[in-house]
Each structure stands twice: as C-alpha cells, then as structure tokens.
C-alpha cells in the first residue's frame, strides 16, 4: 500500500507550515454556525488536531491504517477528541454528514481516473448537510506539468535516509514520484533496510473540475490559488475549491 513505510516519517519530511494554511483557509470560507467537519484523507492527523483545536467536531477519515495509528497517538498526545475511521473516499455511505468536508494536500490527485474524481464528489455530496461546505485543493497543470517533472529531494537523518525523485507519468497531466527509504533496523544500529514506493498522481484542466462539481449538483463553487483568496493564475502550483451544496 502506497504510505505503508512513507507514514512513518511523513511528519519529518512534511512542511509543517502547510497545516496552519490549510487550517487558515477552511475558517475563512467555512460558514460561521459551522462545527463539524470531515476530514478526507487525513494522514498523520496533523491538521485534523488544528481544526479540533480550533474547536471543530472533528471525524477524521483515511486508508492507511498506519497513518491513522500515528493521527491517533497524535490526537491523544495533544489532548483533542477526534474520531478517526480507517475507509475509502470512494465510499461514504456509511459515514453520516457533516457540515462540512475538506480533503487537502492534494490528495484527490491519487484517484486513479476522472471517473473516480467525479466519485469522490459524487461521494461528499451525499455526506453533506443541506448548505454544507466541500473544500479540497489538486495541483495544478503547472505544477505537474513545469514543476515537478526532474524534481529531485534528498533527506537524511541519522534514524533513515528519504529520496524523492518525480517523472512525467503516461498519462495527460500526471506524474510519478519515486520513494526510496533506507530506515534503521530496530535490532542493528549499523543496518538500513530499503524500501521503495511508487506513488502516482493525476490532475486535469480547471474547467473538467468545475464539470465534475456542476455534475455532481453543487451549486455554487469559486476556485482559489496556493493558499489565497485570489484566483488561479498560470503559474499557481495548487487549486483550491470553495463548493456549497
């Protein structure tokens, strides 16, 4: 499973400034009366414990168990309350509603097809409350097509080593990031095991977004850049999408 190894140094390697942004941005476009919220795709927990903090009913979703392991352990050293459940945003059928739904960090870039994108949709709309608030950000043409083809990220520390290097994928606007890990053995301080993952991920044109939103049923949606309130201009790496049912 893509993340099996890369969720146990996530929160080494990620931004950690990321999470304020994020949590900046879905208080200022989320309602005022609003107080539950799901959270999509949630990884190691990091923004659900802001929004929690921020005083949020938080239920928090994703598919890799180890992730949700850690966003546990991290929601329990933080003293916030939050709900995790292991499932697929695919399928949301048995998850309830809420108010509002986020699903950030790019993460619908990893469907595998427009169809399941439009599933995803299709998904958080029926686990929306009437007038609720769906937010998610993708990367944008640029980003896959100018920035990430050749980039390369090494890090290293004395616990493991992480390589990052990204290629154009087959597909129209997508990529390949090529994971190498080299983590200490537990039982050997000298020994490093290797692990390799490759994660792939796909974008499409703003207007088949908004397509995708309109076919759905949503009623209104406005399209944001990188974090602002401004709107998307050629060389923005992140769409971000404001869509009320």
């Not at 942004?21 to 949630?42: D, I, S």
């Not at 329990?76 to 399928?91: N, R, S, T």
């Not at 994971?179 to 050997?188: E, G, K, R, S």
Request: charged share 25%.
């Amino acid at each position: 499973m893509a993340y099996e190894t890369f969720a146990f140094i996530y929160d080494e390697v990620m931004d950690d400034t990321l999470y304020q942004k994020w949590l900046a941005f879905t208080e200022r476009h989320l309602p005022k009366e609003t107080t539950e919220v799901l959270e999509l795709a949630c990884g190691t927990g990091a923004l659900a414990v802001e929004l929690a903090k921020a005083n949020y009913q938080v239920t928090a979703l994703d598919l890799s168990e180890e992730m949700l392991m850690m966003a546990s352990q991290r929601s329990a050293e933080e003293e916030v309350e939050i709900q995790f459940v292991q499932g697929d945003m695919l399928d949301l059928s048995e998850i309830g509603q809420y108010q509002a739904i986020t699903c950030y960090s790019d993460s619908l870039c990893y469907m595998s097809s427009r169809q399941e994108v439009q599933q995803v949709f299709d998904e958080a709309y029926q686990a929306l409350t009437e007038d609720g608030v769906f937010i998610f950000d993708v990367h944008s043409i640029y980003q896959m097509t100018k920035v990430f083809p050749d980039y390369s990220y090494h890090y290293q520390t004395e616990e493991f080593a992480f390589l990052w290097d990204s290629y154009p994928g087959e597909k129209e606007y997508s990529i390949e990031h090529f994971l190498t890990f080299f983590v200490q053995d537990d039982h050997n301080e000298e020994q490093f095991l290797r692990k390799d993952e490759l994660h792939q991920e796909r974008t499409y044109t703003l207007e088949n977004y908004l397509m995708m939103l309109e076919n759905t049923g949503f009623s209104d949606f406005k399209v944001y850049a990188d974090f602002t309130d401004e709107a998307p201009r050629e060389t923005s790496t992140r769409w971000f999408f404001v869509c009320k049912k």
